[in-house]
T-cell receptor, first 114, second 114 residues
Framework: QKEVEQDPGPLSVPEGAIVSLNCTYSNSAFQYFMWYRQYSRKGPELLMYTYSSGNKEDGRFTAQVDKSSKYISLFIRDSQPSDSATYLCAMSVVVTGTASKLTFGTGTRLQVTL | DGGITQSPKYLFRKEGQNVTLSCEQNLNHDAMYWYRQDPGQGLRLIYYSQIVNDFQKGDIAEGYSVSREKKESFPLTVTSAQKNPTAFYLC?????????????FGSGTRLTVV
């Protein structure tokens, strides 16, 4: 069983829809929970990160963490065609004060259509 | 602007050859990382370095080697022992004390065996 599970999609939604992306995990040692956006043939860009259970909002994006269920979500409101990308969840374990190891989900491909 | 530069963008390797992927950063980060990305498998950690002249194996280090002679540089060599090297390789660095959310990724090198 993988430490992080993510539905690979693809997910296709009309412009303006609310998108829900989800990951589950099994390692209780994970400390930070991140969502990255990756466009084709590019490196991932950090969208949001959270540390504790609860919700965190940034514009059209809301990240949700439920540590008791080992479940994280990213919600995108009023989705735009420019949101079309692969979304990766990632979770971290601190190795030392200078380094942390990330464990990624497989990524969900999102297509927002006009 | 600070960032991470990976070169080349595309690389072709013949069977039995060693190839070296370049990664340079001007962010003054101590920690640097190499990840491999395959379709349907997310990103997996190959090697990481917390400080100059120190590096540690990640989850899939077999067939790879690295060096860290300068803070700014963390080259990855894909050796002939790596049986399936075709993949997208991503280099990253991280700010100290950020617990995993302080990563910056490069734009990647796509390696293909011909």
């Amino acid at each position: 069983q993988k430490e992080v599970e993510q539905d690979p999609g693809p997910l296709s939604v009309p412009e303006g829809a609310i998108v829900s992306l989800n990951c589950t995990y099994s390692n209780s040692a994970f400390q930070y929970f991140m969502w990255y956006r990756q466009y084709s043939r590019k490196g991932p860009e950090l969208l949001m990160y959270t540390y504790s259970s609860g919700n965190k909002e940034d514009g059209r994006f809301t990240a949700q963490v439920d540590k008791s269920s080992k479940y994280i979500s990213l919600f995108i409101r009023d989705s735009q065609p420019s949101d079309s990308a692969t979304y990766l969840c990632a979770m971290s374990v601190v190795v030392t004060g200078t380094a942390s190891k990330l464990t990624f989900g497989t990524g969900t491909r999102l297509q927002v259509t006009l | 602007d600070g960032g991470i530069t990976q070169s080349p963008k595309y690389l072709f390797r013949k069977e039995g050859q060693n190839v070296t992927l370049s990664c340079e950063q001007n962010l003054n980060h101590d920690a640097m990382y190499w990840y491999r990305q395959d379709p349907g498998q997310g990103l997996r950690l190959i090697y990481y370095s917390q400080i100059v002249n120190d590096f540690q194996k990640g989850d899939i280090a077999e067939g790879y080697s690295v060096s860290r002679e300068k803070k700014e540089s963390f080259p990855l060599t894909v050796t002939s022992a790596q049986k399936n090297p075709t993949a997208f390789y991503l280099c990253a660095s991280s700010r100290p004390g950020t617990g995993g959310y302080g990563y910056t990724f490069g734009s990647g090198t796509r390696l293909t065996v011909v």
